[in-house]
């Protein structure tokens, strides 16, 4: 599953652009450059894979964390992530306080519930 930077730029969190791709799954880590493109793989639990959203890239199904999810992780990331004023629109404000509140600690929980 794609996450990181990468995600938050697609989402329009953040204007910066990521030079590496960071990979969840659940058996290989380390750092790999295929072509051009540099990833991260970072080895993660089963109980990680969560909001997945799945799209349709060059013939090929590839997951990446849908937005609430990847909200989410920049909240776990950055205690107070400044760029972001309020909800985005695109992020579902049920979805996003449902999934929160079955996986984040109440610190996370708080912060989220307060955009």
């Known amino acids: ?6 995600v938050y730029n697609l989402y ?4 910066q652009i990521a030079e590496r ?3 969840y799954n659940t058996t290989i880590s380390g750092k790999k450059i295929i ?14 894979f969560y909001g997945i959203k799945t799209k349709m890239i060059t013939g090929r199904l590839v997951n990446f964390m849908s937005p ?7 909240y776990k990331e950055k205690e107070n992530p400044e760029f972001i004023k309020g909800i985005p629109s695109n992020i579902d ?7 929160a509140e079955k996986y ?12």
């Not at 404000?93 to 999934?99: P, S």
């Open 1 to 6: 599953m794609f996450g990181g930077l990468h």
């Open 104 to 115: 984040c600690d109440k610190n996370v929980l708080q912060r989220i519930k307060k955009i």
């Open 68 to 74: 609430e999810r990847a909200l989410i992780e920049l």
């Open 12 to 15: 329009h969190f953040t204007t």
């Open 93 to 99: 404000r049920i979805k996003l306080t449902k999934m």
């Open 35 to 48: 072509g051009n493109a540099k990833f991260i793989f970072k080895k993660v639990r089963p109980s990680f």
């Open 21 to 23: 791709y960071t990979i």
